[in-house]
């Protein structure tokens, strides 16, 4: 079994910062892609942010490019988001979700390729 928890939620006012962790523990391997996804009330969930193991590639949603960050911790079994100039539109629970690979593994925002989901942590930004 793989277990992820994400930490580091919270309530900010615009233009603000957090910094999201996610821990993974368990049955894990050293060749994986992990993601952050966040889904507000009404909305499908959407990829913010992907990273591999392989060559620490990453990719962003177009809408929080040059505010959020991903990077990871490999001793830790950890991957962060470092999100910043936060705004209203970006209140949503976020979730971290893991794959594994045999081969090289590829960045995705999409849902459908990511097999392990963590339980989610809110982030509320006020105006």
């Known amino acids: 079994q793989v277990q992820l928890v994400e930490s580091g939620g919270g309530s900010v006012q615009a233009g603000g910062s957090l910094r999201l962790s996610c821990t993974v523990s368990g049955k894990t391997y050293s060749k994986y892609r992990m993601g952050w996804f966040r889904q507000a009330p009404g909305k499908e969930r959407e990829g913010v942010a992907t990273?591999?193991?392989?060559?620490?590639?990453?990719d962003y949603a177009d809408s929080v490019k040059g505010r959020f960050t991903i990077s990871q911790d490999n001793g830790k079994n950890t991957i962060y988001l470092q999100m910043t100039s936060l705004k209203p539109e970006d209140t949503a629970m976020y979730y971290c979700a893991v794959t594994y690979f045999l081969g090289s593994p590829t960045p995705s925002l999409a849902r459908r390729d990511y097999d392990y989901w963590g339980q989610g942590t809110q982030v509320t930004v006020s105006s």
């Open positions: 990273i591999t193991t392989s060559d620490s590639t990453t």
